[in-house]
């Protein structure tokens, strides 16, 4: 008995429906989500100069401190002296009930009487406009959420404190942190429940059942939990990094390809239970044919998320191969669960559209697909043109891409932080809320008086040492990403020193020169495992080079239509240098699954129709089931928006058009065009027609 058949017989698909559910409770409330201890450098690309600053940061002996700066703005014109003597005397209990403390906030507090006399020597720091004022807090070391803690009650400290007429704001480093913390709180299970009611709405609507739908949404479901803790089980085991976003684009993709996986299968099944009377037979006919375009397009879409483990940055690396496990475990849950499970009901779960013996199994001649077919058939060469056209002209956006968000820009609501640092930089030099670090092992003052001397630096002073390490606070003069000359500047002067130049400014320079050398040395290894998939699956050579150049060229279409959307309705200034990439990656991986869905089932009907009709049938058969797919997972990449991030926000809106794109336009009008343009040379060398003197052969010759 094979396989598929042992899967769904009577006896035992109840056991292989229940037994691993089971397990995956056991797993869920055995092992939970993993754990690992966050460094400072798992966001930072490895190697370049900030994360070797970084890194030497960790051997100073009170590493885990952070800075809050307090940020006080008179209401109304300028602050009066009865109110800089009352934030004078706040001042004093603030950064006394902070803990922490020592040389690091005493530095800071020079540093700051740099720009205007302290007040009593409290700390507080009046602007020289008069409008503002600002206290340095230190607080002690800890974790993330500790520190997140600390600003909160700092923040809550700082409204009782206030003098009437003034406003306090936290900012500095310490704020970013916490409201950074603050806008992932719940964020991750506010895109389950989302991501989870956008598919059962599009399940309902694709079947027309109020049962069956309930099915693949619980199998899936328990497999993006599942996912979600071996996901992060083997990150920790492994000592790979990840970050707040990992689990949501994890459960994003999970939901996204199992749905489709699942679309697959129960169209399949549809199909036999009109040819067989037998529920078990049927399923076994279904799971036989969907196991080999599921398993390709699971195969190439793992193999392309595992390229990610040869990029600089760690929480990419980490994002890469908690996705392939979540590939992996959606695909077997769909693959072995869902069959099983669906054929322990009986054909009722379709109600009311219950699929009878007898019925025509693809669709009618009049149907929406099978018209669209006959267009395309008509004038194939007009349609390519059409659509290469069209898909040229959605590019053009692409050459006006800037690329690297500001700290100020990656946030969809401005928090606190934020607008604080920007309020600061109108009394302040604008470094003065996130002062780039000099961080060196060798003479600190050497370091500090050749610091101080670069074109574009506001101040420089030594904020921190011990264990051989000595930190240099650098105020620059200008504003949030404008400061990469200056950055350069600091670099070449200290080329002679074993010292590094970190901070936002510097890593969000070195970030976008990691990002660069992924994408050269990545992308092209997608392209190339893509290819080499597609030809071992469909054993041609004209056929994979084709379905590649489509799904590229959706690609660099969706890049160039979503940078219109994102400078035009969206006022996002910049994209994200690591979207590129990553929407690269799930374009290609993903957008590949429907062509392979398409050109399965036209190999397969062309072997009994020829290759002209096959194509067409194809289109027929596959052209519901298929949209509904692709127009369920633009709709799942889309609740990406739900998370506070504008990069996850900039990948989902990608990621929606380029499916959308490719699933109503490039595998519905350009690949069967392509393949009618080009008759059986599409398949070469490969022949797929029916065999000479058959029933197909004779049938081809009709027509």
Same mark, same amino acid.
């Given at each position: 008995?094979?396989?598929?058949?042992?899967?769904?017989?009577?006896?035992?698909?109840?056991?292989?429906?229940?037994?691993?559910?089971?397990?995956?409770?056991?797993?869920?409330?055995?092992?939970?989500?993993?754990?690992?201890?966050?460094?400072?450098?798992?966001?930072?690309?490895?190697?370049?100069?900030?994360?070797?600053?970084?890194?030497?940061?960790?051997?100073?002996?009170?590493?885990?401190?952070?800075?809050?700066?307090?940020?006080?703005?008179?209401?109304?014109?300028?602050?009066?002296?009865?109110?800089?003597?009352?934030?004078?005397?706040?001042?004093?209990?603030?950064?006394?009930?902070?803990?922490?403390?020592?040389?690091?906030?005493?530095?800071?507090?020079?540093?700051?009487?740099?720009?205007?006399?302290?007040?009593?020597?409290?700390?507080?720091?009046?602007?020289?406009?008069?409008?503002?004022?600002?206290?340095?807090?230190?607080?002690?070391?800890?974790?993330?959420?500790?520190?997140?803690?600390?600003?909160?009650?700092?923040?809550?400290?700082?409204?009782?404190?206030?003098?009437?007429?003034?406003?306090?704001?936290?900012?500095?480093?310490?704020?970013?942190?916490?409201?950074?913390?603050?806008?992932?709180?719940?964020?991750?299970?506010?895109?389950?429940?989302?991501?989870?009611?956008?598919v059962a709405v599009l399940l309902v609507v694709t079947y027309r059942s109020p049962v069956l739908w309930l099915i693949p949404l619980t199998v899936v479901g328990?497999?993006?939990?599942?996912?979600?803790?071996?996901?992060?089980?083997?990150?920790?085991?492994?000592?790979?990094?990840?970050?707040?976003?990992?689990?949501?684009?994890?459960?994003?993709?999970?939901?996204?390809?199992?749905?489709?996986?699942?679309?697959?299968?129960?169209?399949?099944?549809?199909?036999?239970?009109?040819?067989?009377?037998?529920?078990?037979?049927?399923?076994?006919?279904?799971?036989?044919?969907?196991?080999?375009?599921?398993?390709?397009?699971?195969?190439?879409?793992?193999?392309?998320?595992?390229?990610?483990?040869?990029?600089?940055?760690?929480?990419?690396?980490?994002?890469?191969?908690?996705?392939?496990?979540?590939?992996?475990?959606?695909?077997?849950?769909?693959?072995?669960?869902?069959?099983?499970?669906?054929?322990?009901?009986?054909?009722?779960?379709?109600?009311?559209?219950?699929?009878?013996?007898?019925?025509?199994?693809?669709?009618?001649?009049?149907?929406?697909?099978?018209?669209?077919?006959?267009?395309?058939?008509?004038?194939?060469?007009?349609?390519?043109?059409?659509?290469?056209?069209?898909?040229?002209?959605?590019?053009?956006?692409?050459?006006?891409?800037?690329?690297?968000?500001?700290?100020?820009?990656?946030?969809?609501?401005?928090?606190?932080?934020?607008?604080?640092a920007d309020r600061l930089a109108e009394s302040f030099p604008a470094g003065f809320a996130d002062p780039t670090q000099v961080v060196t092992t060798d003479d600190?003052?050497?370091?500090?008086?050749?610091?101080?001397?670069?074109?574009?630096?506001?101040?420089?002073?030594?904020?921190?040492?011990?264990?051989?390490?000595?930190?240099?606070?650098?105020?620059?003069?200008?504003?949030?990403?404008?400061?990469?000359?200056?950055?350069?500047?600091?670099?070449?002067?200290?080329?002679?020193?074993?010292?590094?130049?970190?901070?936002?400014?510097?890593?969000?320079?070195?970030?976008?020169?990691?990002?660069?050398?992924?994408?050269?040395?990545?992308?092209? /290894?997608?392209?190339?495992?893509?290819?080499?998939? #597609?030809? $071992? *699956? @469909?054993?041609?050579? !004209?056929?994979?080079? &084709? %379905? =590649?150049?489509?799904?590229?060229?959706?690609?660099?279409?969706?890049?160039?239509?979503?940078?219109?959307l994102f400078t035009g309705p969206l006022g996002f200034g910049a994209m994200d240098s690591g979207v590129p990439l990553l929407a690269f990656l799930f374009l290609?991986?993903?957008?590949?699954?429907?062509?392979?869905?398409?050109?399965?089932?036209?190999?397969?009907?062309?072997?009994?129709?020829?290759?002209?009709?096959?194509?067409?049938?194809?289109?027929?058969?596959?052209?519901?089931?298929?949209?509904?797919?692709?127009?369920?997972?633009?709709?799942?990449?889309?609740?990406?928006?739900?998370?506070?991030?504008?990069? /996850?926000?900039?990948?989902?809106?990608?990621?929606? #058009?380029? $499916? *959308? @794109?490719?699933?109503? !336009?490039?595998?519905? &009008? %350009? =690949?069967?065009?392509?393949?009618?343009?080009?008759?059986?040379?599409?398949?070469?060398?490969?022949?797929?027609?029916?065999?000479?003197?058959?029933?197909?052969?004779?049938?081809?010759?009709?027509?």
């Amino acid at each position: 008995m094979s396989v598929t058949r042992t899967l769904t017989a009577r006896r035992v698909a109840p056991v292989i429906a229940l037994v691993p559910l089971l397990l995956a409770l056991a797993v869920l409330l055995g092992l939970g989500e993993g754990d690992r201890e966050r460094l400072g450098t798992d966001q930072l690309p490895s190697g370049l100069d900030s994360t070797e600053g970084t890194a030497l940061l960790d051997r100073l002996p009170d590493q885990g401190s952070s800075v809050a700066i307090v940020l006080f703005t008179a209401e109304s014109d300028r602050l009066t002296p009865e109110q800089l003597d009352g934030l004078g005397s706040a001042a004093a209990e603030l950064v006394g009930g902070a803990s922490g403390g020592g040389q690091g906030a005493q530095q800071d507090g020079q540093q700051g009487g740099q720009q205007g006399g302290q007040q009593g020597g409290s700390g507080l720091v009046p602007a020289e406009d008069g409008t503002a004022a600002l206290l340095v807090v230190p607080l002690a070391s800890g974790s993330a959420t500790e520190v997140a803690g600390a600003v909160d009650e700092l923040r809550d400290s700082v409204d009782e404190a206030l003098p009437d007429g003034v406003r306090g704001q936290v900012t500095g480093p310490a704020g970013v942190q916490a409201d950074l913390a603050a806008v992932f709180d719940g964020a991750n299970t506010r895109l389950l429940l989302v991501t989870a009611l956008v598919v059962a709405v599009l399940l309902v609507v694709t079947y027309r059942s109020p049962v069956l739908w309930l099915i693949p949404l619980t199998v899936v479901g328990v497999a993006d939990r599942t996912a979600a803790v071996l996901a992060t089980q083997v990150l920790a085991a492994l000592d790979v990094a990840w970050d707040e976003s990992t689990i949501g684009i994890l459960s994003v993709l999970v939901f996204g390809a199992g749905t489709n996986y699942a679309l697959l299968l129960i169209s399949r099944y549809r199909d036999e239970l009109r040819r067989e009377a037998s529920r078990h037979v049927a399923m076994a006919r279904a799971l036989r044919r969907t196991a080999e375009p599921v398993l390709a397009s699971a195969t190439t879409v793992v193999l392309g998320l595992l390229t990610l483990l040869l990029s600089l940055t760690p929480t990419t690396r980490g994002l890469g191969l908690a996705c392939a496990v979540g590939v992996v475990v959606a695909a077997a849950f769909v693959l072995v669960v869902l069959p099983a499970a669906l054929v322990c009901f009986g054909r009722w779960v379709f109600w009311p559209r219950v699929p009878r013996v007898g019925e025509q199994v693809t669709a009618e001649a009049g149907s929406l697909w099978h018209r669209i077919g006959d267009r395309v058939a008509r004038r194939p060469a007009a349609v390519v043109g059409g659509t290469l056209l069209l898909l040229a002209l959605m590019t053009v956006g692409l050459f006006r891409i800037d690329l690297g968000l500001d700290q100020s820009e990656q946030f969809l609501d401005e928090p606190e932080a934020i607008s604080a640092a920007d309020r600061l930089a109108e009394s302040f030099p604008a470094g003065f809320a996130d002062p780039t670090q000099v961080v060196t092992t060798d003479d600190g003052e050497e370091v500090r008086e050749l610091v101080e001397d670069v074109k574009g630096v506001a101040s420089a002073a030594v904020s921190d040492s011990g264990n051989g390490v000595t930190v240099v606070d650098t105020v620059l003069d200008g504003r949030s990403g404008t400061n990469d000359a200056t950055i350069e500047r600091l670099r070449d002067r200290l080329a002679s020193y074993d010292a590094h130049v970190t901070g936002a400014e510097a890593e969000a320079l070195d970030e976008t020169e990691g990002a660069d050398r992924d994408r050269r040395l990545i992308l092209p /290894l997608i392209l190339g495992l893509v290819l080499v998939g #597609l030809a $071992v *699956l @469909l054993r041609s050579a !004209v056929a994979p080079l &084709l %379905l =590649v150049g489509t799904v590229v060229g959706t690609y660099v279409a969706s890049m160039g239509a979503a940078w219109w959307l994102f400078t035009g309705p969206l006022g996002f200034g910049a994209m994200d240098s690591g979207v590129p990439l990553l929407a690269f990656l799930f374009l290609v991986a993903l957008g590949v699954d429907y062509n392979i869905f398409l050109v399965t089932r036209a190999r397969e009907e062309a072997a009994e129709h020829g290759p002209r009709a096959g194509m067409l049938r194809s289109l027929t058969a596959t052209g519901g089931v298929i949209t509904s797919a692709g127009v369920l997972l633009a709709a799942v990449f889309a609740v990406l928006g739900v998370l506070p991030l504008v990069v /996850l926000a900039q990948l989902g809106t990608i990621i929606c #058009l380029g $499916v *959308l @794109l490719d699933t109503l !336009v490039v595998r519905t &009008l %350009l =690949v069967p065009a392509l393949a009618l343009l080009l008759g059986d040379r599409f398949w070469w060398p490969r022949r797929v027609g029916p065999e000479p003197g058959g029933r197909g052969a004779a049938e081809v010759s009709a027509r």
